[in-house]
């Protein structure tokens, strides 16, 4: 049986090897997808354990007593007042909130809008380390702030404002951790992974397949063969957006190893 009875055409180089008919391409002989998988996209698993811890430390410093005062009026027994965290500096746990849920924001998003939130987390952090480093450092009017924190009557005096370092250097370790997590978000690579595909939107799932079968296309021009295989889930989805991700292969192989029909003849007469 000659390769023209067969349903295929021969090389034009003369070399004999058979070329497909342009007529028989399909999806599954123009991507073997069954045994090419994705390649794996990085998680950015050390911003998330950052801001998982920048979120416990700065919830559990609120719950410290950063200062203790202690007053007396003249009248009564001398009083002592010990104020935590959300009372010295009340954003403290709203701050703490909104590091655990930037860890899911970190999961939904990526690309340019990763990395506006990795910026958004840094400002975060910058705010949360201000009071802790102000009372390090015993920076601004301690005693009175303490007193108007306290509720302490006009009479009062306040005798002593003692603070504690332990519940300040643990918002501090938070508030770096959470600017050292934006900063990663920030340089982190445009194809990195985010929630799984089930949840994607399908908008935006679609519009990712067309860019890729796009990029393949234009790799496979310029290097006159196809560069990488695209997965099923990317084939099916370019196929929803209207785009057909075998058009353009099909027609660069009619035109490229398609020989003349009559040479083809006469070769196999």
Not at 194 to 208: E, H, V
Not at 236 to 246: C, E, H, I, K, V
């Amino acid at each position: 049986m000659t390769a023209a009875e067969s349903g295929g055409d021969t090389d034009p180089a003369g070399t004999g090897a058979s070329v497909p008919d342009p007529d028989l391409v399909t999806p599954a002989t123009t991507h073997p997808i069954a045994d090419t998988p994705e390649p794996r996209r990085r998680s950015p698993i050390g911003p998330l354990v950052l801001l998982a811890f920048a979120a416990v430390a700065l919830w559990g410093s609120s719950r410290m007593t950063w200062v203790t005062v202690t007053s007396s009026d003249g009248l009564t027994e001398p009083r002592t007042d010990r104020l935590n965290g959300g009372v010295w500096f009340g954003a403290l746990t709203p701050l703490a909130l909104v590091l655990l849920a930037s860890i899911a924001a970190v999961l939904a998003t990526r690309g340019w809008l990763r990395r506006a939130l990795g910026v958004l987390i840094a400002l975060v952090a910058a705010v949360a380390a201000v009071p802790a480093f102000a009372l390090l450092t015993n920076s601004g009017k301690i005693a009175e702030r303490a007193a108007k924190l306290a509720e302490l009557p006009a009479r009062a005096q306040v005798g002593e404002a003692t603070t504690s370092l332990l519940p300040a250097v643990l918002a501090l370790l938070g508030a770096l951790a959470a600017f050292g997590a934006g900063g990663l978000l920030t340089r982190m690579p445009q194809e990195t992974a985010r929630l799984s595909g089930k949840y994607d939107n399908p908008a935006f799932r679609r519009a990712d397949a067309t860019e890729q079968v796009s990029k393949q296309r234009a790799g496979a021009s310029a290097a006159g063969a196809e560069q990488n295989q695209l997965s099923e889930r990317v084939l099916w989805d370019a196929l929803d957006a209207g785009t057909d991700p075998t058009e353009d292969t099909a027609n660069s192989a009619g035109r490229t190893d398609d020989p003349d029909p009559g040479e083809a003849g006469g070769r196999v007469r």
